[in-house]
């Protein structure tokens, strides 16, 4: 199962009939997911204003769609501050909106409705109205309605009802529906990030397990730094994670149950196992296991049975292997043709090809994105490390980032964004000036941003959508 949804209960609102703006006007606008169906927001606007621009991702990039955020009302107003501060923040980051400030919005036009004048007065394009109530003990209502400004009509409302401590997750919830509704594509905001947290000396590095909101809130530890871990990766549906762990001084692939904290062994094995990562419906998991002076590729069941040997590099270094989102292939690097490159093969091991060709002499850490166009890489040339994207035939090759040493990427559910690891050069043998940071960049190579975790961080994990 997913994230528990524990205390929230979602309920679609009806339009509200606007004064100045006839029904028909307001359908043609949109009246929420009870009578329309979710489409991209640039037909919408083709459907209401002929001639008109689109809202596409790629124009947002350039003019960031400009969005009025006024604090809403009701009778919990810290609350109600601190929900649209999240939204807002989420909306931002995100780099392809413009929240404008909401001193320069009139809340109320004349009737009670959205003030639409105001708002095209002040060049916003999309407006955020919301209510938020206590409804008796630890319960809060939270009602928000996305408006369409030049339209004057309602694009959708939804209310939640839920308990105090899911206000957090109720605002990303919100920010992912206006960024679906305007946007036309899923969001990313309420997701997890679970990464290596690092502190201590640079060799005598003291690693953890830990988790925390895609926007660096509610960070907690999960391992107490006691033995070595590496490489957390989610389970597709569930609320687990796997990752090689050196419990014991012996490296060795686990699962970790969040909910519980129970850890597990992926099976019995004599030699190093490494690199793990769920299969798409998550009842597998690929990984390496080093044979003499290489590994190979293999896969194991969910429950640790099932071993099958999916490559035999006789003697070649193959790992970091991940499935395509619909199970079909794996990507995977390896050192068999000398330096280390891209490799794709079919899901049961055959079919073996090498696809990176580019510039750079080295190629590691793939991720196939979720929506299957693409793969995220490392790539090592001339003493600089660089994060890059290409297609799954290896065409199309794109650096996205560089710098004196990052790697590890993973991209967000929805294929949009990419988080990755950055560490800086040590200025003498202590290691000081040494840091390293999570950073994220859209797939377009635009919007750059460190990740503020409480400590340095590294090979980070995105989860899956509301997991």
């Not at 028909?24 to 979710?38: D, E, H, S, Y």
């Not at 404008?100 to 955020?128: C, E, H, R, T, W």
């Not at 590729?297 to 040997?309: E, F, H, L, M, T």
Request: net charge positive; hydrophobic share 35%; proline share 5%.
């Amino acid at each position: 199962m997913t994230r528990p949804m524990t205390g929230i209960d979602q309920q679609i609102l009806p339009a509200l009939t606007v004064p100045g703006f006839g029904r028909r006007r307001m359908l043609a606008g949109g009246a929420g997911l009870i009578t329309l169906p979710m489409i991209p927001h640039s037909a919408r606007a083709q459907a209401t204003r002929p001639g008109a621009a689109e809202i596409t991702v790629d124009r947002a990039r350039n003019e960031p769609i400009a969005i009025a955020l006024p604090t809403f009302s009701g009778d919990s107003a810290g609350l109600a501050r601190d929900i649209v501060g999240v939204i807002s923040n989420n909306l931002s980051r995100s780099g392809l909106f413009r929240v404008i400030d909401p001193a320069a919005y009139v809340n109320a036009a004349a009737g009670g409705g959205p003030n639409f004048a105001n708002g095209k007065a002040i060049s916003a394009q999309a407006l955020v109205t919301g209510k938020v109530d206590g409804q008796g003990g630890d319960k809060v209502r939270v009602e928000f309605r996305l408006w369409d400004v030049l339209q004057g009509a309602q694009i959708q409302g939804t209310a939640y009802t839920a308990t105090l401590t899911n206000w957090r997750r109720i605002a990303h919830i919100m920010s992912d529906v206006i960024y679906e509704r305007m946007l036309g594509e899923k969001g990313y905001f309420d997701t997890r990030i679970v990464y290596i947290a690092m502190s201590g000396p640079k060799d005598r590095r003291v690693k953890r397990l830990a988790i925390m909101d895609q926007d660096a809130e509610n960070n907690r530890f999960l391992t107490d730094g006691s033995f070595l871990v590496y490489s957390p990766r989610f389970h597709p549906t569930q609320d687990k994670i796997t990752f090689m762990s050196y419990s014991n001084n012996r490296p060795r692939v686990y699962t970790f149950d969040l909910a519980t904290g129970r850890q597990q062994i992926m099976g019995q094995f004599e030699d190093i196992t490494l690199s793990p990562r769920f299969a798409p419906d998550g009842n597998s998991v690929v990984m390496a296991q080093t044979r003499g002076g290489g590994s190979d590729i293999i896969s194991v069941g969910a429950n640790g049975s099932g071993v099958r040997r999916l490559t035999d590099g006789g003697g070649a270094i193959d790992v970091s292997p991940c499935y395509a989102p619909d199970g079909t292939q794996i990507v995977f690097n390896s050192d068999r043709g000398g330096d280390q490159q891209l490799y794709v093969m079919d899901a049961g091991g055959g079919g073996i090809k090498r696809i990176s060709f580019g510039a750079s002499r080295q190629y590691a850490t793939p991720m196939w994105s979720p929506r299957g166009d693409l793969i995220a890489f490392t790539s090592f040339n001339s003493a600089t490390f660089s994060i890059g994207v290409m297609r799954p035939d290896g065409s199309g090759e794109r650096i996205l980032s560089e710098s004196f040493y990052c790697e590890g990427p993973t991209f967000a559910p929805n294929g949009r964004m990419i988080a990755f690891t950055r560490e800086t050069a040590s200025q003498d043998a202590r290691g000081r000036g040494y840091s390293s940071k999570l950073v994220t960049i859209d797939i377009a190579g635009f919007n750059e941003r460190v990740v503020n975790t409480p400590t340095d961080g590294g090979d980070a994990s995105w989860s899956p959508l509301g997991q």
